[in-house]
Each structure stands twice: as C-alpha cells, then as structure tokens.
C-alpha cells in the first residue's frame, strides 16, 4: 500500500463544476502540498499546509491532521484547470516529500 | 527573479553513455531536491542537497547515480553508463529553508536512453 492515496486517479467534470480531490496518507507528517502538472509536464506547487484551510482564487486545500486526510477543491472549475494533481507528503523528520499517483482532472467546455 | 532552471531540457544517450543535468536554484536558495518521474508513473524522491553537502540520497539509486551542488555553480545529477531504464524525467526543485518551505520546481529534463 503507498504511503500516499489519490483519489479518484481519473477526473472528468463540465466547466462550472465545483471539483474535489482527496488525499489520504499514512505516516506522521510536518506538511502536507498539494502541486498540479501541466500537461507539458511543468509542475506548480500550489499550497502548503500544516493544518486548517487554504484559499487562492477559486482553489481551497483543508488538511485533517487526525484522519491524515487532505482535500483540494476547485470551484467554478475551467478547462484550463486541465491537468494532474499531486498530492505529497513531508514525513515527519525528514526533508523529502512522498507523492501521490496523481489525479488526471479534465474539465471540458 | 527567475525560477528554478534546468538544463538541457531533452537529452538523448546511448546505452553506456554518461548523462549530466543541471539545475540552477532560485535565487537565494541554498535547498535542492532532485525527483525521477518514470513514463506513466509518479514522481519520486531521489536526493536533497544543500551548498556542497548531501543531506539525504536514500531515494538515489546504489549504482551509476551521483549528484553534487557546489559552492559555485549548478546542481549536477550525472548518471553514468545509462541503460535504457534510466529514461524518464527528472525534475529539480529549491526552497528558501527545508522541505516543509514551498519548493519551486524546474521545468525538468527528458532523457532518452536509446
């Protein structure tokens, strides 16, 4: 079993079309990021989080340290959202990140 | 400011050739993580290096992969007599302190063994 669960892997909504991701690990953590690869393949972090809730632009991650759970929602979802979403982990007491498989989000007009 | 920089961008090796890639941090930053992402597969750690220290290679594999930051100069991930397995993209990536700082990824390099 990974020690970081995405889910679903495969995501497919119609524009407007309030999205969510989850991320389930399984090891102590001191943060948690959520990134999202373009289809190029250029990755962008777009938050992270040790606990409570973070907001940019139409994009909120929530992180449960108890149930170490992680959401990522997008509201009013674009095609140019279009692309795979990768949740990771900092173990507690180290200085990698563990990732998730990713969730492949296409969102069409 | 510019961002992380990765050179070159494709890179494309015979089996037993050397392959060297190099990262430029971002400004200010003295952190540096190294990630392989196989074909279809996620991303996956392979070594965090400060200013001319490895502090953790456990992701590296035993053989044939090393990796450097000088004092001056770029990160170099050299991989030496690759095979045809070592094909994927690696991606580069720097903080301002530790892993649990936001790290700023490179637009990483494809390599391509043949």
Partial sequence: KNEVEQSPQNLTAQEGEFITINCSYSVGISALHWLQQHPGGGIVSLFMLSSGKKKHGRLIATINIQEKHSSLHITASHPRDSAVYICAVSPRGTDKLIFGTGTRLQVFP | ?114
């Fill in chain 2, 1 to 114: 400011n510019a961002g992380v920089m990765q050179n070159p961008r494709h890179l494309v090796r015979r089996r037993g050739q050397e392959a060297r890639l190099r990262c430029s941090p971002m400004k200010g930053h003295s952190h540096v993580y190294w990630y392989r992402q196989l074909p279809e597969e996620g991303l996956k750690f392979m070594v965090y290096l400060q200013k001319e220290n490895i502090i953790d290679e456990s992701g590296m594999p035993k053989e044939r992969f090393s990796a450097e930051f000088p004092k001056e100069g770029p990160s170099i991930l050299r991989i030496q007599q690759v095979v045809r397995g070592d094909s994927a993209a690696y991606f580069c990536a720097s903080s301002l302190t530790t892993a649990t700082d936001t790290q700023y990824f490179g637009p990483g390099t494809r390599l391509t063994v043949l």
